[in-house]
């Protein structure tokens, strides 16, 4: 084998991934077709969950100060994000070519071997492992891995050679999306909707103003290049009555509303992650977002049935937890979709929900729905709140008068026994299990206690940092519920 592990993409997911893999001790190769990276800004920023899953991870120092807003939509609907209740700002204005930076780097600093000019021309899955035929500087040559995982965006390679099926629909209209210089204008931050169609406006770094443009009517096109400035500054003329075409372009692209999904994450020793296994509108920008945390969900999984500590039924939990939300975030983007970029016959339907998301309920769910906060997964049953979903940020103080919290105990991407109770026999019956489990005794810190915890004596947190077992309220047992996610005891 020349890796444990083969990444095709070094895109957010593919670094993301490759960086999880590497802290579970795992070889792992990436390959990316091009030469470098493209600098181009794409998506903007990152919600409320990914900027924690970059917390556990200790990679959000990286980014500096961070622009945050709790400002947001759905379907162009305002909503105020803070009204979620202990959750951080989501990230404005970090360009993802920054956000592609600072992963590429730390992935790097774990020893992930990245390969550029490097692309995926075939490959076989022959039940013992993957063989990718590649072509790179010095030529074509194939490389061997125990799992391929194709990280390579929509047009996935690997998808299409490890013949995964990609059920949907197919684009209805095309939207430009281009970010230019020397102009100013005036602020849409959420898009506003004209006779015509839609526009967008943004500020992002040095001076740069993101547009958006969707004329409704304009039939999809399949692109193998940009599309011109001309085109953009002409459809926003129709839109808007305003000439923009002395403005300089940074960057012009187009996208489309195509929805797909894979009907499978994986298929024997090829896995899928990010666009490659989803594609949709990019409204409410949870594309990325979504791609990183498929990483994060498959990382330590994959880590540890190449490790031996887990069996693959693990490895199933990957497509039965993560193909779930890509569904729903197929839903909510066609939903967002269909009340942004209709015409005046979904006016109606606008101004009800405008009326619904004024109740607080209302507007919680829509924006956990779409900062990845709302996410639960089946670990079992019993009566705690917190149980298959994300732990919150909790400060600690250990015996030894250490401070630490729960953020900080993932920076290793190890699953934690947290014993609020100082229990000794809790921590024996865990014991077995302390080769990939950190068992910690600790109290919250004064007035830090979520509410979700009133009364807990000890949580498990999966590495991914979502709550496996909480006591009481978990019907499973302890040595159990950590055998199910982390394998047998080493003693066994």
């Known amino acids: 084998m020349d890796a444990a592990v083969i990444v095709v993409g070094a895109g957010p997911a593919g670094m993301m991934l490759a960086g999880e893999l590497r802290l579970a001790g795992v070889d792992v190769v990436v390959l990316e077709r091009l030469a470098q990276r493209t600098g181009e800004s794409r998506g903007l920023g990152f919600t409320a969950r990914t900027m924690e899953v970059f917390d556990q991870r200790g990679i959000l120092p990286r ?12 379907g162009g609907l305002p909503i105020d994000f803070g009204v979620l209740e202990g959750a951080l700002q989501a990230a404005k ?5 920054v956000t592609e930076t600072h992963l590429e780097q730390w992935a790097g600093s774990l020893g992930a071997d990245i390969r550029r000019s490097h692309e995926v021309l075939s490959l076989t899955d022959d039940g013992d492992g993957v063989t990718v035929e590649v072509r790179g500087p010095e030529g074509e040559h194939t490389l061997r891995a125990a799992y391929v995982v194709g990280c390579d965006g ?8 490890a013949g995964f099926d990609f059920p949907g629909t197919p684009a209805t209209m095309e939207m430009y999306l281009a970010d230019i210089k020397g102009i100013e204008l005036a602020p849409r931050m959420i898009g506003e909707t004209l006779p015509g169609g839609m526009v967008m406006v943004g500020p992002l770094p040095g001076g740069i103003t993101r547009i958006i443009v969707c004329e409704r009517g304009t039939p999809p096109r399949r692109r193998e290049t940009p599309p011109s400035f001309d085109e953009v500054a002409d459809a926003w003329k129709r839109l808007t009555g305003d000439d923009i075409s002395h403005a300089e372009p940074v960057w012009v692209s187009a996208f489309g509303n195509a929805t797909r999904q894979v009907t ?4 024997g020793r090829v896995i899928l992650a990010g666009d490659s296994a989803h594609i949709h509108l990019p409204a409410g920008g949870q594309g990325m977002n979504t791609s990183i945390q498929d990483a994060v969900n498959l990382g330590w999984k994959l880590g540890a049935v190449v490790n031996g500590t887990a069996s693959q039924d693990l490895l199933d939990t990957y497509h039965s937890e993560r193909h779930a939300v890509g569904k729903r975030l197929l839903m909510n983007t066609q939903a967002q979709g269909l009340l942004f970029l209709s015409g005046p016959e979904v006016q109606p339907l606008r101004d009800v929900l405008g009326e619904l998301i004024k109740y607080e309920e209302v507007a919680k769910h829509l924006a956990a729905m779409v900062s990845g906060l709302e996410i639960t997964y089946d670990v079992g049953t019993g009566s705690h709140p917190l149980l298959g979903k994300r732990m919150p940020h909790l400060e600690l103080l250990t015996g030894s008068g250490r401070t630490t919290s729960s953020t900080e105990l993932l920076h290793s991407a190890r699953g934690v026994l947290l014993d609020l109770t100082d229990n000794p026999r809790l921590r024996a019956r865990a014991g077995a299990w302390s080769d990939r489990l950190d068992i910690v005794t600790a109290t919250p810190g004064a007035g830090t206690a979520a509410a979700e915890l ?6 498990l947190i999966r590495p991914d940092g979502y709550v496996a077992w909480a006591a009481p309220g978990s019907h499973h047992d302890l040595p159990m519920a950590i055998e199910r996610w982390f394998g047998k005891p080493s003693a066994a």
Do not use: D, I, M, W
């Open 264 to 267: 499978e994450y994986r298929r």
């Open 154 to 161: 929509g047009r996935s390679l690997v998808r299409k050679a």
């Open 63 to 74: 980014f500096g100060e961070v622009e945050t807003s709790n400002q947001g939509h759905f």
């Open 93 to 97: 204005t970090v360009p993802q070519s």
């Open 454 to 459: 009133e009364g807990t004596t000890a949580v």
